[in-house]
């Protein structure tokens, strides 16, 4: 029942009992179906074992013309990547912008002299002047170590650590390049991880700095599916912070009076990558896993959720020890190093795959609505929810989403019209709310939680 509201705005009031809808069976994009098929695990294995071959990847490692000459160390690694995505590039006609981010980080805790860091990411601009201020990101760490995290001459392969996760970007470039999206998508590659997440914090500081609407980062560190007897290949873990890092003291007041703390924009990022393995095919589940990171480990995912940004983690199900951040050897038979033959390249294909559906999806998603609030006036049983239309006309309708408050996931889904306030006969005490834009192809935004409003 559509009725107008006052000042002219749209509204609904669903005043009769809400169909309880479940969510709503997949929609595939056919372009990003068959885009997904592009996705070679034969490629990602020949990039890895090129990133493998510059043998020792450290930050700390040569970075000279001598050295990258030589095919040896990270900036033989750096400019390879470089060269890789400007091939992409040519593929598509020029469609990638290929940038470094590099500064000279000073001497830290595990970084001895002043060293020169460099990110290379390349840019795939989006097709809609309004809607290419939106970016999505992936991003993977192409430095490596070994037991000594300072020791820049033994091998340091780093094949799982993270040449996988720099095959995922990569790979995603070169397949998502030759589509287009009406937002776009960075694909990112940094140095500095294993040295305290440096690339990463300057590049975050950077785009936070020049004011970069960044709506998710797709963070994939160790997706090798070492082939450890344990491991799981049917599923990826992804990581997400449940309350937010950045979060303001009034905004923490505001969770935990009202239960928010597994609402932080990554929740609802990682929330929507459980919905694109659901609707897509990658050959991999999403795992969500409700925390920032494992014990005592970090990643570059942390250094985008400090500075206010919805990102999250990708990693295989079952790490491996002995086959990380050691030395390469064998112990009584046991043999250490991150070693190309434990990784599993169908497995990085798939995980690649789950990227590339939930970049693309996003990239041609319209923007999440905006200023969503729940009203909170007075006393009552009903909710009422309303919002505003994110810049750009490209939303068709939206839909609210809710689930009860001790579900970790969306329960049930109302579509309601392209309207921006919408009275629900459901007790706002009992559930959970959150809206979400949707275009005329089906493509859905991020889910927004409400603000209450008085
Ligand atoms: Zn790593």
Known sequence: MLSVGLCGALAVAMTAAVAQTTLPAPQTDPQIVAALRQISAQRIQSNIEKLVSFQNRSTLSAQDPAAIASGHGVGAAREWIKSEFERYSHDCGGCLEIKTDSFIQTPADRIPNPTEIANVYAVLKGSNPESSKRIVLVSG????????????????????????GTAVSLECARVLSQLKFPATIIFLTVAGEEQGLNGSSHFAKMAKSAEWNIEAVLNNDIVGGDRSPQQDTGVVRVFSEGVPMAATDAELQRIRNLGGESDSASRQLARYI??????????????????????????????????GYAAVRFTEFREDYNHQHQNVRTE??????????????????????????????LAAAPAPPAKVHLL???????????????????VASYEVLWRATISPDWEHVQAVGNVTRVTLPISKDNVIFAVRAVDNQNHRSLAVTPLPER
């Open 332 to 361: 009584n038979g046991v043999e250490f190093g991150d070693l190309l033959k434990f990784v599993n390249f169908d497995y990085v294909a798939s995980v690649a795959r789950l990227n590339a559906a939930t970049l693309a999806s």
């Open 376 to 394: 909170t006036t007075k006393l009552e049983n009903d909710s009422t929810l309303t919002w505003e239309p994110p810049p750009g006309d490209r």
């Open 141 to 164: 760490h192409y430095d490596s170590r070994n037991s000594d995290n300072l020791n820049v001459t033994d091998l340091a392969p780093g094949a799982n650590d993270d040449a996988s």
């Open 274 to 307: 459980g919905e694109v393995g659901r609707t897509y095919d990658p050959g991999v589940k999403p795992l969500l896993t409700f925390r920032l990171d494992r014990y005592l480990r970090g990643g570059d995912h942390i250094s985008f959720n400090e500075q």
